[in-house]
């Protein structure tokens, strides 16, 4: 069983930025973070292989975000960097323990099995 728990949201300016965290109990191939806007689905928006560090970006935060991970603390990262107001949304932490395709597939084809309770990410002035 996989356990995710996400920390580091919050309020943020417009241009600002954050670094969300997601410590993780278990084994996975595949972690990334998805975001949700109410109303609208669910956005992979950048997701990191385990095993070879292979990493995927939505186009939307390509040059802005970054995910890194901290293998011996088990912890995943994502810095967020230039923050836009429509950006505003619950992000979620979510791993799989094996993986399809790449990691771009997992990221926004397959999805993951494990999901964490989310964390709430506002950029307003």
């Known amino acids: 069983q996989v356990q995710l728990v996400e920390s580091g949201g919050g309020l943020v300016q417009p241009g600002g930025s954050l670094r969300l965290s997601c410590a993780a109990s278990?084994?996975?191939?595949?972690i990334g973070w998805f975001r949700q806007v109410p109303g609208k689905e669910r956005e992979g928006v950048s997701c990191?292989?385990?095993?070879?560090?292979?990493?995927y970006y939505a186009d939307s935060v390509k040059d802005r975000f970054t995910i890194s991970r901290d293998n011996a603390n088990k912890t995943v990262y994502l810095q967020m960097n230039s923050l836009r107001p429509e950006e505003t949304a619950v992000y979620y932490c979510?791993?799989?323990?094996?993986?399809?395709?790449?990691?771009?597939?997992?990221?926004?084809?397959?999805?993951?099995?494990?999901w964490g309770k989310g964390t709430l990410v506002t950029v307003s002035s």
């Open positions: 278990g084994f996975t191939l595949a």
């Open positions: 979510a791993a799989a323990p094996g993986m399809i395709g790449t990691i771009q597939h997992m990221c926004v084809i397959f999805g993951m099995d494990y």
């Open positions: 990191i292989s385990v095993s070879d560090d292979s990493t």
